[in-house]
């Protein structure tokens, strides 16, 4: 069974860093084709953030670009995000995702909202002006 378990989530001043973390167990690595990281904010739809392929190409949304950095770590079964230069707008549930799917990663952001991929509970993000 696959669980992912997110973590690093919390409340940080505008301009501020954090650093999420994805543990995924019963999930390989080498099986399955992209991770991913998603933000939901209240009343809002759930929009993906930034995805890696098994190759390690990485696609992200245009509000993150060159502040976020997703990375992973095979060894450790983890992914990460690297959030720079938070702004208020970036305050959201944050989700890892897996999916099974060959895909992109510029696909995967939209493709893994759509159903087939494996969720995480999420860890919260607020980022205060």
Known sequence: QVQLV????????????????????????????????????????????????????????????????????????TLYLQMNSLKPEDSAMYYCAADPRYMTATEALVLMTLGGAYWGQGTQVTVSS
Do not use: H
């Open 6 to 77: 997110e973590s690093g989530g919390g409340s940080v001043q505008a301009g501020g860093s954090l650093r999420l973390s994805c543990a995924a167990s019963g999930y390989s690595y080498n099986r399955y084709n992209c991770m991913g990281w998603f933000r939901q904010a209240p009343g809002k739809r759930r929009e993906g953030v930034a995805a890696i392929d098994s190759d390690g190409s990485t696609s992200y949304a245009d509000s993150v670009k060159a502040r976020f950095t997703i990375s992973k770590d095979n060894a450790k079964n």
